[in-house]
């Protein structure tokens, strides 16, 4: 059947992209899943850095957030602050050595990939994979971290951009980063 034929080859590339990662992790003594706060820490917008929404975007246990967490401020990787206006908020950043860490596994994990798919082929997937996970995202009701470019309270303002549902100003490149409060346009 074909949705079969869909769900094995998500679920071998998922093993594959897995091991990759897991494999890349063990050379920086950590685990995937330390990686994977990474990642999304590189990625988040100033919205979506607290210990939630990493549990949220990754699907972990508010447990194993805090312990993945503490190993990674205890290896100097990240450090967590009070929010400016909600001291009960906690905000999470990347070291400089933690976004160094964060982006050349990114980068080397993804490169691969990349260089193995023809640019047309590419976006051809990415269209597809998307849609997918939207649908996805939609029956099951999880949040769609989405791009900020592509949701419908991004306004365009003269100089630059604004969210329209904080209120605030946002650059450029933050339009470039995934956001808790996403919704798609
Ligand atoms: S416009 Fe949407 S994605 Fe961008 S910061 Fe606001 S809520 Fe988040």
Redesign the pocket.
């Known amino acids: 059947m074909a949705g079969d034929r869909l769900g094995n080859l998500l679920e071998r590339l998922g093993s594959l992209l897995h091991a990759t990662q897991r494999g890349a992790a063990g050379a920086h003594g950590l685990q995937r899943v330390h990686l994977d706060v990474l990642g999304y820490l590189l990625r988040c917008?100033r919205?979506s850095d607290t210990p939630t929404a990493v549990g949220e975007y990754l699907g972990l246990t508010k447990g194993t957030v805090s312990q993945s967490l503490r190993v990674l401020e205890a290896r100097g990787l990240l450090t967590r602050e009070p929010d400016v206006h909600d001291g009960r908020v906690v905000r999470l950043r990347l070291t400089r050595r933690g976004r160094g860490t964060a982006t050349r596994e990114r980068d080397h994990a993804w490169e691969r990939l990349r260089r193995g798919t023809p640019a047309q082929q590419r976006a051809t997937l990415e269209l597809g994979l998307e849609r997918l996970l939207r649908a996805l995202q939609a029956a099951t009701g999880y949040r769609t971290f989405g791009l900020?470019r592509s949701?419908r309270?991004?306004r365009r303002r003269e100089g630059g951009f604004q969210?329209?549902?904080?209120g605030d100003a946002?650059s450029a490149p933050e339009?470039g980063k995934i956001?808790r409060?996403?919704?798609a346009a």
């Open positions: 917008n919205y900020c949701c309270f991004l969210c329209g549902l904080t946002l339009t956001c409060e996403h919704e």
